[in-house]
């Protein structure tokens, strides 16, 4: 099943590459990541692709400390309707 996740990350996480790290993450675990900044340091990733894909993909996100610079991950978002 296709579905559409959307991922608040609260902390420090923009910067240099960041974006192309959540990008190429993404690709790797193939899901289509697009990245939203927020207000100061804060970004939304919108998530999408196959629900086991996204499942894992947040799980990597939560595990690769690099990527999230003590943030913490919010899902806020879940639909199957795209």
Known sequence: ??????????????GS????????????YGVKAHIEILKPYDVRIVCE??????????????????YLHRARVVETFKSSGM
Do not use: C, P
């Open 1 to 14: 099943m296709q579905i559409k996740k959307v991922i608040v990350i609260e902390g420090l996480v923009q």
């Open 17 to 28: 590459g960041y974006q192309k790290g959540i990008e190429t993450l993404g690709l790797s």
């Open 49 to 66: 692709g196959d629900e086991r894909q996204v499942d894992r993909f947040v799980h990597a996100l939560r595990a690769e400390r690099v």
